[in-house]
């Protein structure tokens, strides 16, 4: 199974579950970034990131310069409680 698969499926099950309320609010607002251009802005397969510095874990602050030549960079976005 591939892993567009496995998220439409994921997607999926979600939906079935979730009030109708919660859905359609969650859809207007991705209609609206969809709207708004941003789709237009994103980085495509492939293309490489900016250079960006973020804190880590400890509040120090780190390059992804310094970590890509260390290897593969996975950067995660927590949103945080909805």
Do not use: C
Not at 24 to 32: C, K, V
Not at 60 to 79: A, E, I, N, T
């Amino acid at each position: 199974m591939s892993l567009q698969d496995k998220l439409d499926e994921v997607k999926k099950g979600f939906e079935s579950s979730a009030p109708a309320e919660a859905l359609t609010i969650m859809h207007r607002a991705t209609e609206d970034l969809r709207n708004s251009g941003i789709m237009n802005r994103v980085l495509k397969a492939g293309e490489s990131a900016p250079g960006f510095m973020l804190p880590d874990v400890q509040g120090q602050m780190v390059s992804s310069s310094d970590l890509l030549s260390k290897g593969p960079l996975v950067v995660s976005f927590y949103r945080g409680v909805w």
